[in-house]
């Protein structure tokens, strides 16, 4: 059983249009375009290791 | 080589602005080399060159843009000497999954990513660049030194293949492992890297 995969009442049958597929800027963006995006940004969001601020820290006192 | 000597005021808004852009060298060097501890190495040796180099850095002009070049060089010297084989890495991939709700069909980011990572370096970059990172065109071709056309037929070529890839659940398992698949990159990385600086109109 898979309990955390919400049961998706929406999907038609035949490919009927998607009820809510945001605006995409140049025709149509396939799925994974949207995943491409959400990498990216899930890595923009991650908190930052401490290591990359000690590092220019560093760099501003030896300069 | 006019060398100005900067104000101490610069030199603290360009550290702030270099620290600004951190996330975003982050997203950019995993998504070219696909795993989490190199692309951080990666992210270091950039902050190093950007440092070394920032009387070169135009105040007003895009920090993101700068050191995405300074990226994307590094990268592509470190792709050379073999440091990336572009190896996947599946926890990364993982963590993102737990991510979307809502969303109709979640597309497997863990095959995306690792469809990514198979396509030639140029091409992945270019993508990266427009469709992850949200540069315009025109701003991916200065980054990566090449046309505006050059840099559309990329973007047109990398996402047809990963339609082809995604639609048919054709994902090549680790194809970078694949001795001619990595020297089909080196070989397309020795054009790149020959278009690299060379200034030509």
Known sequence: MSSDTPSNPQRSAAGGPPPNLPHGDKGKDPDWANGLKQLYDSVVEEPLPDSFQDLLDQLDTKN | ?201
């Open chain 2, 1 to 201: 080589m006019a060398t100005e000597k900067r104000t101490a005021s610069e030199k603290a808004d360009f550290k702030r602005e270099l620290t600004e852009v951190v996330p975003h060298l982050r997203a950019f060097a995993r998504g070219l080399c696909g795993r989490a501890d190199m692309a951080d190495d990666l992210v270091q040796e950039t902050l190093l060159k950007a440092w070394a180099a920032q009387d070169r850095f135009q105040p007003g002009t895009s920090m993101r843009a700068w050191t995405f070049v300074i990226l994307r060089n590094a990268y592509l010297t470190d792709m050379r000497r073999n440091r990336f084989r572009g190896e996947y890495d599946e926890t990364v991939a993982e963590r993102v999954l737990t991510a979307p709700a809502g969303q109709e069909e979640p597309i497997h980011l863990s095959d995306m990513h690792r469809a990514l990572l198979t396509l030639p370096p140029e091409r992945r970059e270019a993508l990266l660049l427009v469709g992850a990172g949200g540069f315009s065109y025109e701003e991916a071709a200065t980054i990566c030194d090449c046309a505006v056309g050059t840099i559309k037929s990329r973007v047109g070529r990398a996402r047809a293949a990963l339609n082809a890839m995604l639609a048919e659940g054709n994902i090549p398992k680790r194809s970078i492992d694949d001795n001619a698949a990595h020297r089909a990159i080196l070989e397309e990385l020795d054009d790149v890297a020959a278009g690299q600086g060379g200034g030509r109109n």
